[in-house]
Structures are given as structure tokens and as C-alpha cells.
């Protein structure tokens, strides 16, 4: 206990303004630059500690005003560093009592702190970023190319219903709320480095909390709607052989005229449906880690079980660590959430293209809930069969204005 209050003593003396300047500069003339520091060590003493090299105990000096002899005062020590101590602080393994904080206060030093910095406000940033102006460039040359997917067959003006008043519900508060999760959840990551340099740090201030407050409190109208989607949907979603041939033809999205049979959700639907709920489901639980801090450590457990399937050695990751540090716990919390957030915000951009301008007929689903007849039959037509076989096309298809 002894040894960490003189290493807490020490951090403080080292931080000392004078002592900063002296140990950057030292005083000219002086042979020894530890005469500069009053006995403490030095930052060459370190630099040698660190290369391996013997460096030796320092007499504490006499000068009152000294941090060897500051430092001295509070152990036998004196200025002079101890490597295990140390050792033990960065790597987690000293014996650390706190009166008040629990677990995390007992950290002191947090040694994979800089990397987990360094690759949020770099990698992390920089190809997610490109990832969803990737996905946007993409759409917009198949747009280009393939231009808008319309019905190939004769309207007939009549409706059929896809989806009840609830179901819309459920999707467009879902929809509402990932979009603002996902501004807000971008302007927190990256607000710092595009806001700052351009409308200073006021408005990142104003920006970064009123995002933060969004971020948390819009977050549960989102697992809401995952949770809703999941049971309306789960059952039109199971996957099965005719989701083979629609995939085989690329769901005839590429080339006017193909359309390959599908029930209620093709392939691709199932697709959005599955990411929906399992990169959805993934993002909120460790949403809701970062939003109790210190309360659901699980990156540790994850790893011990990812080991024991031997996946991260045969990916030449080696074995991943099952000892993590509260703060660690949070970080892995905070690249996951994040990671997890690039991908499905890629995949809801497409999402968002097909069934808005990407296909003539399709918004009519999670607008009005009607949709037209051809429509479903080009798009859906083992779902339109399986209506007329029940008997309830004709109950649910409206005669509207005649097809032109
Ligand atoms: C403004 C944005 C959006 C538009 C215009 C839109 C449009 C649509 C449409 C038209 C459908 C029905 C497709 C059909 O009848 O076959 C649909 C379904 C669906 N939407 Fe959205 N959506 C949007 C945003 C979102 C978001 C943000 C999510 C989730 C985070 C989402 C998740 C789903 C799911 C899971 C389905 C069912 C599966 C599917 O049809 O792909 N949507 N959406």
C-alpha cells in the first residue's frame, strides 16, 4: 500500500511545472541531469529502464525543495521509480484499495487506453465513414445504370393489403428512430473533428449534448421496435428454398422483366429482416453497456468463449484476452457498438433506396399499407397465391380507378 501512495506521490511530483521544464531541458552545465531534478529520476533514468539497462537507485537529495525529497517524505523510496510497482499498476495486478468507486476506481493506469483513441478517432472514423459514402456512391451509380425498377406488367387499380396499421407502426418507429440514433450516434464519433475546425467549440459543445440526449434516450423506442418487428415478422422470415432461386437470379433486380417467385419476404427482405434483428439486437446490448457504465462487463466472457471455439487462433488473431479492465470492458463496448452501427446503417441505406425511389410501388407498403395488385404479383406472387387460395384477396383487393 506503502509503494502505491509513493507511485501516486510520484505521478504528482513528476507532473510539477518546473520539474516538466527540467527534465525536457536540462539545466546547463550540469553533469548529471538528475542534480536538475533534485535526485528524482529522470526521464533518461526511464528511457535506460526501458531499454533494459541497470539504472541505479538515487540518493534522495537534501534540497527542501526537491521532489526526490517531496517524494521522499511519504516513503522509503525517495524519488526513485519501482519497475514492479509499476508493472503491477499498468498491467492490473497490484493490490489497489479504494475507499469509494468500486472496480473501476481501482484502476490507475489503463494501459490500452491510447490504442483504443487512437483507432476510434482514426480507423473506426475514418473507414466507416467511407463505408457509408461507399454505399451511397454504389446506389447511386446503380441508379444510374439500372435506373428505377418499375412494374413491368398492367396496373389493374386494384389494392391488395400488406401490412395492418400496427405493423406500419412498428416500422416507422423503428425507422424514426434508427435514423436519429444513427445522426446523432455520427455526430458524437466524428462531431469532434468536422464541427470543431469549422463552427468551434461552442457549437460541438451544444451539438455533442444535445446529441448524447437523443442518443440515449431515443435508443429504447428502437429496441421497441426491433422487439415489435420481431414477433409481427419472425414467421415470414425463416428461410427456404425459394429463397435459393430468387438469390440465383440476383432477385431479378439487375434486369428488367425477371421475377422470381417469392412468398410475403423474399431473400433479400430476409436479409434486412435477419441484419435488423441480430445487428440491432447486438448494437442495443452494447448500447445499453455503454449506457451503465461499469454494469454489464461481457466483452471478457465473449472472448473466453470465442477461444474456446479455437475462431480467433485459427484467424491468426491468437487468443483473445479474458482479463479486461472495467475501462477496457467499456471501449470494446463502445468499437463494437460502432463497428456493428457502420454495417447496418450501409445495409439500411440500401434498404431505404429500394423501398423509396429504387422501385416504383413499394413505399405504398409502409405507407398506406395497400399495395398494388401487379405489383404484388411481379414482386411477391407466391404471397398473392397463398391470399387468393385463403380467400382473401377478394376481401382485401379494392377496385380503385381503372387501369389505365
Ligand atoms: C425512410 C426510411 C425507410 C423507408 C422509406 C422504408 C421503406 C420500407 C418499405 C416500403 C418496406 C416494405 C417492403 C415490402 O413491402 O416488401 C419496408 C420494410 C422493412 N423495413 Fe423499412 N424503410 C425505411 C427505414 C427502415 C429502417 C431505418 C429500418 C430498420 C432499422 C427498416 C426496417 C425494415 C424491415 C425490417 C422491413 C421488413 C423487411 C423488408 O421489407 O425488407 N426500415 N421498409
Known sequence: MARILLTIALLFSLALPGMAQDVDAPASGATDPRAAT???QTLDDILARQRGEEVPSRERSEDPDSAGAMAGQLGSLGGSSDSEVWSALRFGTADVTVSAGGAPARVLIQDRGMWWLEFREGPLTTYGGWLLLGTLALLAIFYV???RITIDGRKT??????????ERFTHWLMAGSFILLGITGLLVLMGRQFIIPTFGHEAFSTVAIGSKWIHNNVSWAFMLGIILSFFFWISHNIPNKTDLKWLAVGGGIFKKGVHPPAKKFNAGQKVIFWSVILLGGSISVSGLSLLFPFEMPMFAKTFAILNETGLPQTLGFGALPTQLAPHEEMQFAQLWHSIVSFVLMAIIIAHIYIGSVGMEGAYDAMGSGE???????????LWLEE????GKLPDTSKAATPAE
Open 157 to 166: 387499380g386494384r389494392t391488395v393489403t400488406r401490412f395492418g396499421a400496427a
Open 145 to 147: 445504370i439500372r435506373g
Open 387 to 390: 391470399l387468393e387460395e385463403e
Open 38 to 40: 533534485g535526485g528524482a
Open 371 to 381: 399495395v398494388e395488385e401487379q405489383w404484388a404479383r411481379e414482386h411477391h406472387s
